[in-house]
């Protein structure tokens, strides 16, 4: 199962001046420098958006596959999905945002992060397990108008031992898989103590036959 995201709208504003000194009277202002990169500016397009705009976007889990439809101050709109933000060391504030064009018609290559629900129903879990979620994301091409905000398992079935592969996702229709279909996602795993408390207990039973068996070699001699 995918959700899909709505669209959010942010307006892009042109820029001559680079630099050191020009980004920080942008960043003054409580704008974020940005660089528009993509098939029709393949040597980037400098501008800036507002930092109260694009801050819920750039700072949510699911930044790289929220499309965002640019409104150029040109008068023209472009389809983007941020590929890279800059932070300040310390405060963590925008320093600077990279957004990469999207075509209409054109896939594009993301990653889309997996989200793991109904834990707390799993057998397996109830029993004691622990479930071991070995790959967050899955890289796909798709359509931009079907890019959703993330991938769902339901967990809720899933006994100990129990294992979800890449190929057992609800993938978006139309679109190609990039991350091998046999990569494992999840198991449910016994936990390392009780395994650990087995494996003693059967060396324990082990050793005693071993003493036994000396024992009755022993008075037969």
């Keep these: 199962m995918a959700a899909k995201k709505q669209q959010h709208k942010i307006e892009f504003t042109l820029r001559e001046k680079t630099g050191t000194g020009a980004c920080r009277k942008i960043r003054s202002k409580d704008m974020v420098p940005a660089v528009l990169y993509g098939p029709e500016h393949k040597?980037?397009?400098?501008?800036?958006?507002?930092?109260?705009?694009?801050?819920?976007?750039?700072?949510?889990?699911?930044?790289?596959?929220?499309?965002?439809?640019?409104?150029?101050?040109?008068g023209k709109e472009c389809m983007a999905l941020i590929r890279d933000v800059q932070r300040h060391p310390i405060s963590?504030?925008?320093?600077?945002?990279d957004f990469y064009q999207v075509l209409k018609g054109h896939k594009v290559k993301v990653e889309i992060p997996i989200k793991v629900?109904?834990?707390?129903?799993?057998?397996g879990i109830k029993e004691g397990g622990l479930l071991n979620q070995t790959t967050r994301y899955v890289t796909v091409e798709i359509q931009p108008r079907d890019i959703p905000e993330d991938i769902v398992v339901d967990v809720a079935e899933l006994k100990l031992g129990d294992e979800i592969f890449v190929k057992d996702l609800a993938l978006p229709e139309d679109c190609v898989l990039h991350?091998?279909?046999?990569?494992?996602?999840?198991?449910?795993?016994?936990?390392?103590?009780?395994?650990?408390?087995?494996?003693?207990?059967?060396?324990?039973?082990?050793?005693?036959?071993?003493?036994?068996?000396?024992g009755k070699a022993k008075e037969e001699e």
């Design 117 to 123: 629900f109904n834990k707390e129903c799993a057998p």
């Design 43 to 74: 040597l980037g397009l400098a501008g800036m958006v507002s930092a109260r705009a694009v801050a819920p976007i750039a700072n949510s889990g699911a930044r790289e596959t929220t499309v965002i439809e640019l409104a150029m101050s040109d």
């Design 92 to 97: 963590q504030s925008l320093r600077h945002i």
């Design 179 to 214: 991350t091998p279909a046999d990569t494992l996602v999840l198991h449910i795993i016994q936990p390392r103590a009780a395994v650990e408390t087995e494996e003693e207990g059967t060396e324990g039973e082990n050793t005693e036959v071993e003493v036994v068996a000396k």
